[in-house]
């Protein structure tokens, strides 16, 4: 088939990359404008865009995906489907009507479960012990679409939302190829998603990556690995600066401490939850590159007693 490929970040690539070794023709690709780095007035393409580019195919870089002049090049493509993979625009319904097929978008969760912009986030942060991916066609509603294929995935105790995003952008390419052939071979067999089992993933924000030492350490460390590597989970240290955080590691069998309280021993920073201590990874103070937790402590001579997060 002739393809249109919607997509903007790092896990988008895998999926047009397979597509591109596939038997399908992709025919055009659509992404995020360029945009500024956080640092710096440089303007850098998407990552699907600079993947597009060594293929040699066409890329469009809409604005809006409603702008009427774009809505005119996707129907002018006469293209026979098209996948989406974590695009970032809102696509109308005169836009997924362009295409003879429709539009499959690759999702980081098992549908109904984890509709939303951070599928994967709020998964591990919920403490779920699976999620997965889903090919659906996609309608005007926040990915309600029937269902053309899933797989599921174990969330292992260590996976961040960036290890486990990467993973199942890598196992869900094959996925998205083949729902895209059951669609070709008319094959395809979508179904309607239930009503029951529905959540819903909004995008995480800057209070949501706040740690609040109170809760038990499970839930913590839950919140540090899905807050990692964005939007980055922060905590204040006692002088009232921010710093962010890595992952941390509750330590088992360790006594109730003062929630925050830090300390150190035997080389390990460790600081107090509701429940019993975790062990700091790495910290990043404002201004500051991450550095191992032990060498952000020799540095910081803090006073016996101090804590995180009161400020």
């Not at 690709?29 to 993947?51: E, F, I, M």
């Not at 870089?61 to 996948?83: R, V």
């Not at 942060?125 to 090919?135: L, Q």
């Not at 109730?256 to 910290?283: K, N, R």
Request: proline fraction near 8%; glycine fraction near 10%.
């Amino acid at each position: 088939m002739r393809l249109i490929f919607a997509g903007t970040p790092d896990v988008a690539v895998p999926s047009l990359e397979a597509l591109v070794a596939s038997p399908h023709e992709v025919i055009a690709v659509v992404t995020q404008p360029d945009a500024r780095g956080k640092r710096g007035k440089a303007l850098h393409a998407s990552p699907v865009k600079v993947a597009a580019e060594a293929h040699g195919i066409e890329v469009l870089t809409p604005a809006s995906a409603k702008d009427p002049e774009f809505i005119d090049q996707i129907k002018d493509l006469k293209a026979d489907a098209a996948a989406v993979v974590a695009y970032g625009q809102i696509l109308t319904r005169e836009l997924l009507d362009s295409v003879a097929h429709g539009w499959v978008n690759l999702h980081f969760s098992v549908l109904p479960q984890w509709r939303g912009a951070a599928p994967v986030q709020r998964a591990i942060m919920a403490g779920d012990e699976f999620t997965g991916a889903s090919a659906f066609l996609l309608e005007e509603g926040l990915d309600t679409g029937p269902v053309i294929g899933t797989l599921t995935e174990r969330i292992r105790p260590t996976d961040t939302s960036g290890v486990l995003l990467a993973r199942l952008a890598e196992a869900g390419a094959p996925l998205l190829v083949g729902a895209l052939d059951a669609l070709e071979s008319g094959q395809a067999s979508p179904v309607v998603q239930p009503d029951d089992g529905v959540s819903y993933a909004a995008k995480l924000n800057r209070d949501d990556a706040y740690v609040a030492w109170e809760r038990p350490s499970h839930v913590v460390d839950r919140q540090v690995r899905g807050c990692t590597p964005a939007p980055g989970a922060w905590t204040t240290l006692p002088d009232g600066s921010v710093a962010k955080l890595g992952p941390v590691s509750p330590v088992i069998g360790s006594t109730t401490t003062v929630p925050g309280q830090v300390s150190f021993a035997d080389g390990v920073v460790t600081v107090g939850t509701g429940t019993e201590q975790v062990a700091l990874s790495t910290i990043a103070p404002a201004g500051k590159k991450p550095m191992d937790a032990a060498a952000w402590w020799r540095g910081a001579r803090l006073p016996e007693g101090s804590a995180l997060g009161e400020a």
